[in-house]
């Protein structure tokens, strides 16, 4: 949680944090300052002090938003330093946040965050670092920076705003789920009033739209995948390909709040009409797994082992898994879940190597996704459904939706 993050630059040995570049879709930004609309922003945390947010003038109505101790970048001024730089931009930009480590007596050792152009970001912290002999920039593995550690348990707040996603997610599946089963059917294919194919282009622009008419932006896409591009994990679904009934489709959504906030994720599996013997069968698999570790997962538990108990469970019933076969396409092929918040991903991770020492602990909001894929079937099955430890350390799905595999049709 935020409240964490001195006691972590502590533990880490840095004396500040530097996050960089826009507001919008930056989440280690707006983790310090919400939904400030920036185009730039340059932020510093010293160990044990407010962070100073470092603004545009035109954006300092934007940046007071944040809440947080404000300095205008024109009191450096910009322009005159690229002028005595003879137009080098990166030379001026970092001789002004040299200057904004001397005014706030930032010194020693620190990790640098944001997303920025890479090429121009390495310029950049190279010739600070040249200018700055006082200041050492490290880095940081993702899932074990500072900040992502800070980030792996949520406060109230980030609970709830999670929660008003899902509950924003599970209504638009469901408005889905009543589009598709008010269709027509020709033999075994879904078709609409004016008598042409049900596409999955047509359901995809569908969620786009219900999404945004509850105001959740949609910035990675949507997964609508149906027959063998099911039985590829992240393969999305092709936009031409006609709904036709008994064929496993894999739903998963993962929207966000405006603006680059907070995420929901969740999937389900559908068969319109009716399912096959085969997709019955697989799906059952997944289905109890997925409650099994709905009722094994508690904080204090390691992520690994619950790895494991799924690969224990899928592998009794002849399933491959990446621990009897690690470089599979068959069978159970990823992690049990992921933690969930500003970004779709973060920590904690449910990876089984061995070097995977991520506990849950109250507070975390991660999912629960068991999956089985056979391409060589076009069959692929996933539940997924987003929860959070709650304090007395047992999960909550955060919004729940009926897990049934076969949407009846009404229109047919």
Same mark, same amino acid.
């Given at each position: /949680?935020?409240?964490?993050?001195?006691?972590?630059?502590?533990?880490?040995?840095?004396?500040?944090?530097?996050?960089?570049?826009?507001?919008?879709?930056?989440?280690?930004? *707006?983790?310090?300052?919400?939904?400030?609309?920036?185009?730039?922003?340059?932020?510093?945390?010293?160990?044990? @002090?407010?962070?100073?947010?470092?603004?545009?003038?035109?954006?300092?109505?934007?940046? +007071?938003?944040?809440?947080?101790?404000?300095?205008?970048?024109?009191?450096?001024?910009?322009?005159?330093?690229?002028?005595?730089?003879?137009?080098?931009?990166?030379?001026?930009?970092?001789?002004?946040?040299?200057?904004?480590?001397?005014?706030?007596?930032?010194?020693?050792?620190?990790?640098?965050?944001?997303?920025?152009?890479?090429?121009? +970001?390495?310029?950049? /912290?190279?010739?600070?670092?040249?200018? /700055?002999?006082?200041?050492?920039?490290?880095?940081?593995?993702?899932? =074990? %920076?500072?900040?992502?550690?800070?980030?792996?348990?949520?406060?109230?707040?980030?609970?709830?705003?999670?929660?008003?996603?899902?509950?924003?997610?599970?209504?638009?599946?469901?408005?889905?789920?009543?589009?598709?089963?008010?269709?027509?059917?020709?033999?075994?294919?879904?078709?609409?009033?004016?008598?042409?194919?049900?596409?999955?282009? *047509?359901?995809?622009?569908?969620?786009?739209?219900?999404?945004?008419?509850?105001? +959740?932006?949609?910035?990675?896409?949507?997964?609508? %995948?149906?027959?063998?591009?099911? %039985?590829? &994990?992240?393969?999305?679904?092709?936009?031409?390909? %006609?709904?036709?009934?008994?064929?496993?489709?894999? !739903?998963?959504?993962?929207?966000?709040?405006?603006?680059?906030?907070?995420?929901?994720? !969740?999937?389900?599996?559908?068969?319109?009409?009716?399912?096959?013997?085969?997709?019955?069968?697989?799906?059952?698999?997944?289905?109890?797994?997925?409650?099994?570790?709905?009722?094994?997962? =508690?904080?204090?538990?390691?992520?690994?082992?619950?790895? !494991?108990?799924?690969?224990?469970?899928?592998?009794?019933?002849? =399933?491959?898994?990446?621990?009897?076969? &690690?470089?599979?396409?068959?069978? !159970?092929?990823?992690?049990?879940?992921?933690?969930?918040?500003?970004? *779709?991903? @973060?920590?904690?991770?449910?990876?089984?190597?061995?070097?995977?020492?991520?506990?849950?602990?109250?507070?975390?909001?991660?999912?629960?996704?068991?999956?089985?894929?056979?391409?060589?079937?076009?069959?692929?099955?996933?539940?997924?459904?987003?929860?959070?430890?709650? &304090?007395?350390?047992?999960?909550?799905?955060?919004?729940?939706?009926?897990?049934?595999?076969?949407?009846?049709?009404?229109?047919?």
């Amino acid at each position: /949680m935020r409240s964490d993050i001195d006691a972590l630059m502590e533990e880490a040995g840095h004396d500040f944090l530097l996050v960089r570049g826009p507001s919008i879709s930056n989440p280690n930004m *707006v983790y310090f300052t919400g939904f400030a609309n920036m185009t730039f922003a340059t932020l510093i945390k010293k160990r044990g @002090e407010e962070a100073v947010l470092i603004c545009n003038p035109m954006e300092r109505d934007e940046a +007071a938003k944040s809440g947080l101790r404000l300095k205008n970048i024109d009191d450096y001024g910009p322009l005159q330093q690229i002028e005595a730089a003879g137009g080098d931009v990166i030379r001026a930009s970092a001789k002004i946040l040299s200057m904004a480590f001397d005014e706030f007596r930032v010194r020693g050792q620190g990790a640098l965050y944001g997303r920025l152009e890479i090429g121009e +970001a390495y310029a950049l /912290m190279r010739q600070f670092e040249l200018s /700055m002999p006082t200041v050492q920039l490290v880095g940081e593995p993702r899932g =074990h %920076a500072v900040l992502a550690r800070a980030r792996t348990t949520k406060d109230a707040d980030e609970v709830g705003r999670i929660r008003r996603m899902g509950q924003i997610t599970t209504a638009v599946v469901s408005e889905i789920a009543d589009f598709l089963t008010s269709q027509r059917v020709r033999g075994d294919m879904l078709i609409d009033q004016d008598g042409q194919p049900v596409t999955i282009g *047509v359901v995809r622009r569908q969620i786009d739209l219900q999404l945004a008419r509850r105001g +959740a932006d949609n910035p990675d896409g949507t997964i609508f %995948a149906m027959g063998h591009d099911a %039985a590829v &994990p992240h393969s999305i679904g092709r936009d031409d390909e %006609a709904l036709r009934l008994g064929r496993p489709i894999i !739903f998963d959504i993962f929207p966000s709040e405006p603006g680059g906030g907070y995420y929901y994720d !969740f999937t389900r599996t559908w068969c319109l009409g009716y399912a096959p013997d085969d997709v019955l069968q697989v799906y059952q698999d997944v289905l109890d797994v997925y409650k099994s570790l709905l009722k094994a997962l =508690h904080a204090g538990g390691a992520c690994r082992d619950f790895q !494991f108990a799924a690969c224990d469970i899928f592998e009794d019933r002849g =399933h491959p898994t990446q621990r009897t076969a &690690p470089n599979t396409e068959r069978g !159970f092929v990823h992690s049990l879940g992921h933690g969930l918040g500003l970004d *779709v991903h @973060e920590s904690p991770t449910f990876s089984g190597l061995a070097s995977n020492d991520d506990i849950l602990e109250p507070g975390s909001v991660i999912t629960l996704e068991p999956g089985l894929y056979y391409p060589d079937q076009d069959l692929g099955v996933r539940l997924e459904d987003t929860l959070w430890i709650r &304090p007395d350390g047992t999960p909550e799905i955060l919004a729940t939706y009926p897990l049934d595999l076969v949407l009846r049709m009404n229109g047919a």
